[in-house]
């Protein structure tokens, strides 16, 4: 079967991407910026919303746990306008499990509740 994909008696679905050169060249460096962005060590932010109150977690990277704080505000797209007005930061550990998340030793803020997980 090619790259269509056929259900019982439908007309083959193709993809609307044209790909292309250009489609390659933003898809190279598209994962460039990622690898770029996932670079350094594993740390998990737990960050709280400014106004409502509500809390959350995120795996975030760099070579210290300030930088990684700062490249998580800037986000792939280098835009934290949002963020920094929204969401502060008021934890970080370490990170002991990146395909779970799961928290390690606190380095920096307030122990929060839900350590370690």
Do not use: E, I
């Amino acid at each position: 079967m090619t790259d269509t994909l056929q259900l019982w008696g439908s007309k083959p679905c193709k993809s609307n991407v044209v790909k292309d050169k250009d489609y390659a060249g933003r898809c190279k460096r598209n994962q460039a910026k990622w690898d770029a962005y996932t670079s350094g060590n594993c740390y998990v932010l737990y960050y709280k919303n400014r106004t409502s109150d509500h809390s959350g977690r995120v795996q975030a990277y760099g070579k210290t746990p300030v930088d990684a704080v700062k490249r998580w505000y800037r986000g792939l797209d280098g835009n934290d306008n949002w963020k920094r007005q929204c969401v502060k930061v008021v934890a970080v550990y370490t990170c002991a499990n990146t395909q779970t998340g799961q928290a390690g030793d606190l380095l920096m803020g307030v122990k929060q509740a839900n350590f370690p997980w």
